[in-house]
Nanobody, 122 residues
């Protein structure tokens, strides 16, 4: 299983960025997908998740209203659209897959990508 995250970069506060996560080696359309982030010195935290069909999504309170998670099962890709970025959004962002829905604990996700760095300057 491979989850390849991309799209990170250095942006200014208030800017937008879209992350992508391309999957291979798993039946993508049957897995729920999540986005997590980890800032230096901090634990990995939940950001957003989307159900296998795309009909369900939920978000961490810190990103609700600014981030949108979506997926394209035909392309085996999940996206994270980030708007109104803040310096506190700076972190390495990871995508992950889970057979279970509505999970925020990283331990409930079986497969992980390598992460993509997002840096938001003030």
């Amino acid at each position: 299983v491979q989850l390849q995250a991309s799209g990170g970069g250095l942006v200014q506060a208030g800017d937008s960025l879209r992350l992508s996560c391309a999957a291979s080696g798993l039946t993508f359309g049957t897995y729920n997908m999540g986005w997590f982030r980890q800032a230096p010195g901090r634990e990995r935290e939940f950001v957003a998740a989307i159900s296998w069909s795309g009909s369900g999504t939920f978000y961490a309170d810190s990103v609700k209203g600014r981030f949108t998670v979506s997926r394209d099962n035909a392309k085996k890709t999940v996206y994270l659209q980030m708007k109104s970025l803040k310096p506190e959004d700076t972190a390495v962002y990871y995508c992950a897959s889970s057979a279970r829905w509505y999970r925020q604990d990283p331990y409930d996700y079986e497969n992980w990508g390598q992460g993509t760095q997002v840096t938001v300057s003030s």
